[in-house]
């Protein structure tokens, strides 16, 4: 039987490969299969908790990119993620922009937003950057609200289903794959992003900004690169979501939601890129089931459902609590941990 510990590089090449092993290409091509196959066996309910997950991971994915490499923390994605989607929406609407060039777009111009409001983040760091990026979160969804010849307002805006050569987008099972296939294109550019010069001068920022300075990085125009690339996705993940609901309003884009995608970051582990993946299947898995359990409660118990779903946003900020007292690097940690006794075996001690 050939084990991991056998495997070793003999080219550059090899050693910078994403895939790496046999077993690695079988996993990832199964895993494939699987989830192309999945819509046509999962019900509705299990597929629009399935794209939810997927576009929170996108999104996610920008976040740790921009807090979990370069070091600057937001407390705006759910802006950003809202400014994708109106973006997108109105683009479609108005512009008469197709579904395929409003996403990248609404990516694109999120991105630049995102190079103005996170301009400050160039002379002020810690509790400070995330000042201005919560001050950024109220301007935006301001904004939002009160251009409501632009964008509804509170009453909201309404965003068409996709279309490709006829065919209307418009079910979960259809529009499944398309959150899919940008899932995998977002995670490929994230992965190799971090890979890059780039990713390796965010790394040397989040460590230590004034020596990434001394050795001649250029701290500012980093900076803002990672803002551009965290609000990029974001947008992307709100073009997604907009085109998904097919009706957005600013109370799907609060302050808590993006406390939420902080949380998805520190629960899956930051500074990873499995870390996003992590964090939004484990915290929505359990908030699902938890609703699911609670509601079951709820009809046999009268009275109590206002208690129970309050105790469900109890036990989501216990277990932000607990990871980062017992788990601070994340499940991605125990996944690393798990990898390396897996390849050591049987040497793990």
């Given at each position: 039987m050939r084990l991991p510990c056998g495997t070793f590089n003999e080219t550059y090449d090899q050693d910078m490969a994403i895939v790496r092993?046999?077993?690695q290409w079988v996993l990832l091509i199964l895993g494939l299969f699987v989830s192309l196959l999945l819509p046509l066996f999962a019900g509705d309910h299990v597929l629009s908790v399935i794209i939810i997950i997927m576009i929170y991971v996108i999104a996610s994915l920008g976040l740790n990119i921009l807090t979990g490499y370069c070091g600057q923390i937001s407390a705006a994605q759910?802006?950003?993620?809202?400014?994708?989607a109106y973006t997108s929406a109105i683009l479609v609407t108005k512009v008469g922009l197709p579904f395929w060039l409003a996403v990248p777009s609404a990516g694109i111009i999120t991105g630049l937003i995102g190079l103005v409001l996170g301009g400050p983040s160039l002379r002020i760091k810690g509790l400070y950057v995330i000042m201005a990026t919560l001050a950024a979160q109220f301007i935006i969804m301001f904004?939002?609200?009160?251009?409501?010849?632009?964008?509804?307002?509170?009453?909201?805006?309404?965003?068409?289903?996709?279309?490709?050569?006829?065919i209307t987008f418009n079910t979960n099972r259809s529009y499944y794959y398309i959150v899919f296939v940008s899932l995998l294109v977002m995670t490929f550019i994230a992965r190799n992003l971090v890979r890059?010069?780039?990713?390796?001068a965010f790394v040397a920022i989040r460590d230590d900004d004034l020596a990434a300075e001394v050795m001649g990085i250029n701290v500012a125009r980093y900076k803002l690169i990672a803002f551009f690339v965290s609000c990029a996705f974001a947008g992307v993940a709100g073009s997604l979501w907009a085109h998904w609901i097919r009706f957005i309003d600013p109370?799907?884009?609060?302050?808590?939601?993006?406390?939420?995608?902080?949380?998805?970051?520190?629960?899956?582990?930051l500074g990873t890129t499995v870390g996003p993946f992590f964090g939004v299947f484990f915290i929505e898995l359990l908030m699902e089931g938890l609703s699911v359990s609670f509601s079951t409660l709820a009809s046999y118990v009268t009275g109590v459902t206002s208690y129970l779903f309050a105790s469900k946003e109890f036990l989501f900020g216990l277990i932000v609590v607990l990871f980062l007292i017992f788990e601070p690097r994340g499940l991605a940690h125990r996944w690393a941990l798990f990898k390396a006794a897996y390849r050591l075996h049987p040497f793990t001690r």
């Open positions: 092993t046999k077993l759910a802006a950003f993620v809202a400014t994708g904004v939002i609200t009160r251009w409501k010849s632009f964008t509804g307002g509170t009453i909201g805006y309404a965003a068409p289903a996709p279309m490709l050569w006829g890059t010069q780039v990713g390796r109370q799907q884009f609060t302050l808590a939601h993006s406390v939420r995608f902080l949380a998805y970051i520190i629960v899956g582990g």
